[in-house]
């Protein structure tokens, strides 16, 4: 569903509450004030993870993923990484390398193309956070999608990075404690401009 007539509709849903909340209160029917009041917060903390989402689509799973991580935040394991500073063709770069089991990214499937793309930025920009880095604003498809190139698989680059050309490499990691496997981030690389 797009989060622009989701928005739409939510207000409208309070609009209505506040109505009837208006008129529960001048025709003193106070033994459903306590109800409408329930609905009408219930309703604006919706609109609020809304407007706080920057996806121009979202699933009710989304929504459900972001209540979680707001009112149940993830403890943030402690990643054990590499960091690789160096100039390549008269353009430097940083590199970080995580070891396995690297973060967890937040991917989706493209049924057309059969690409790999972001679903969610949040699992890029925990992971920018967490290395003390700028996040990106907006999910990317998967490069090769775009350029049409072999190499370009399992890669992710966003140009407009504040500090420089952004591109993250996805792998499959291996979490040995739990018996998983999942797509997660093997590197980050910002190449200066």
């Not at 590199?95 to 699992?123: C, M, W």
Request: glycine content about 4%; hydrophobic content about 40%.
């Amino acid at each position: 569903m797009e989060v622009a007539l989701l928005k739409n509709i939510i207000l409208a849903l309070i609009l209505i509450c506040a109505i009837w909340t208006f008129r529960i209160i001048v025709k003193r029917e106070h033994e459903n004030l306590l109800r409408a009041g329930l609905i009408l917060i219930l309703l604006g903390v919706i609109f609020f993870f809304l407007q706080k989402t920057e996806s121009e689509t979202i699933t009710f799973g989304d929504i459900r993923a972001q209540i979680k991580d707001t009112f149940f935040p993830e403890k943030v394991p402690n990643y054990v990484y590499h960091k690789e500073e160096s100039v390549n063709r008269n353009r430097r770069y940083t590199r970080y390398f995580f070891e396995s089991p690297g973060p967890a990214l937040s991917l989706r499937l493209d049924a057309k193309t059969q690409y790999f793309h972001i679903k969610n930025v949040r699992s890029v920009n925990r992971i920018l956070e967490y290395l003390g880095l700028p996040q990106v604003k907006t999910a990317v498809q998967e490069l090769a999608s775009l350029t049409g190139s072999r190499n370009d698989l399992m890669l992710y680059r966003w140009e407009d990075y504040p500090l420089g050309i952004l591109t993250v490499e996805r792998g499959i990691c291996q979490d040995r404690d739990r018996l998983d496997s999942y797509q997660c981030i093997v590197s980050v690389m910002i190449l200066q401009r």
